[in-house]
Antibody, heavy 118, light 108 residues
Framework: QVHLVESGGGVVQPGRSLRLSCVASGFTFSSYAMHWVRQAPGKGLEWVAFISYDGNNNYYADSVKGRFTISRDNSKNTLFLQMNSLTTEDTAVYFC???????????WGQGALVTVSS | SYEVTQPPSVSVSPGQTARITCSGDALPKKYAYWYQQKSGLAPVLVIYEDGKRPSGIPERYSGSSSGTMATLTISGAQVEDEADYYCYSTDTSGNQRVFGGGTKLTVL
């Protein structure tokens, strides 16, 4: 059974950094592309970042480009999101999601809440 | 940046057909995917590649795409189908992914 568990969320001041982790189990992590998707309170889903199965390719939403970095450690079945220069607009629940080829995001974590506030 | 557009809300009576649209310039070349989200829980995939249904999703859910518009259809909508529905797709390069703003489906 596929299981994705995010951690690392919390309250952080504007301008500071935070790193999220997503531990995967129940499948061959190194075979799948992964994404981060976020949802601000009361708002819709926003795609944040993509990383290929081997970590060699990544893409970002314009809203986070240059501030966020997606990475992965396939030896530890873990996905990361390094978030720098945070602003209040980055306040959201952050989900990690597995991309099944030709089938979209078929598995999601429960989400990690990031609150950016002074 | 690329965008796909959905209506903010759709309302139907139980047993009626609900249709939620998603428009985007790249949809003639890129697939649309549809996600259901209830009460802040993690989203659930209900349609992929325009019109394919994952296992476990009721047959009343279907999808189609024509030109710059994709459509999610729920035939004989039930109260338990009340949720937010999101369209997802990519730009023509395939690198920029995007969700629509979401459509709140009310069945009452």
């Amino acid at each position: 059974q596929v299981h994705l568990v995010e951690s690392g969320g919390g309250v952080v001041q504007p301008g500071r950094s935070l790193r999220l982790s997503c531990v995967a189990s129940g499948f061959t992590f190194s075979s799948y592309a992964m994404h981060w998707v976020r949802q601000a309170p009361g708002k819709g889903l926003e795609w944040v970042a993509f990383i290929s199965y081997d970590g060699n390719n990544n893409y970002y939403a314009d809203s986070v480009k240059g501030r966020f970095t997606i990475s992965r450690d396939n030896s530890k079945n873990t996905l990361f999101l390094q978030m720098n220069s945070l602003t209040t607009e980055d306040t959201a629940v952050y989900f990690c999601a597995r991309e099944e080829p030709a089938a979209g995001f078929d598995s999601w974590g429960q989400g990690a809440l990031v609150t950016v506030s002074s | 940046s690329y965008e796909v557009t959905q209506p903010p809300s759709v309302s139907v009576s139980p047993g009626q057909t609900a249709r939620i649209t998603c428009s985007g310039d790249a949809l003639p070349k890129k697939y649309a995917y549809w996600y259901q989200q209830k009460s802040g829980l993690a989203p659930v995939l209900v349609i992929y590649e325009d019109g394919k249904r994952p296992s476990g999703i009721p047959e009343r859910y279907s999808g189609s795409s024509s030109g710059t518009m994709a459509t999610l259809t729920i035939s004989g909508a039930q109260v338990e189908d009340e949720a937010d529905y999101y369209c997802y797709s990519t730009d023509t390069s395939g690198n920029q992914r995007v969700f629509g703003g979401g459509t709140k489906l009310t069945v009452l």
